[in-house]
């Protein structure tokens, strides 16, 4: 079994910087991608950003220049730092990861999602 626990979400101000963490546990051989979703009231998940094991990314145009993604492979640890935050970044953020266990079937898991709310 594969555990994605996220945090780091909060309330900022239009302008202001938040940091999100997601760990990965359990059952692990490998992590393939690792990325983050959202999704704000009304609307339908959304990607933010995506970081493959060797470390190439992509974006989603609305955060381009504004949000890194990165990892730590030895603490199976993706993060998100937001800069610039504004009001439409408001939406409740989901860890991804698709994951090799030992024993069983690739993955792909979520987490169960951290609030960010961006406002004055």
């Known amino acids: 079994q594969v555990q994605l626990v996220e945090s780091g979400g909060g309330l ?9 963490a997601c760990a990965a546990s359990g059952s692990i051989f ?6 983050w979703y959202r999704q704000a009231p009304g609307k339908q998940r959304e990607l933010v ?4 094991s060797g470390g190439s990314t992509n974006y989603a145009d609305s955060v381009k220049g504004r949000f ?3 990892r730590d492979n030895a603490k199976n640890t ?3 730092q937001m800069n610039r935050l504004k009001p439409e970044d408001t939406a409740v953020y989901y860890c991804n990861a698709d994951v090799q266990p030992p024993m069983t079937a690739r993955g ?3 987490g169960q999602g951290t609030q960010v709310t ?3």
């Open 49 to 52: 950003a995506t970081i493959t």
């Open 78 to 80: 993706v993060y998100l």
């Open 118 to 120: 961006v406002s004055s």
């Open 30 to 35: 490998s992590i393939y991608a690792m990325g």
């Open 12 to 20: 900022v101000q239009p302008g202001g910087s938040l940091r999100l």
């Open 68 to 70: 890194t993604i990165s």
């Open 108 to 110: 792909d898991y979520w």
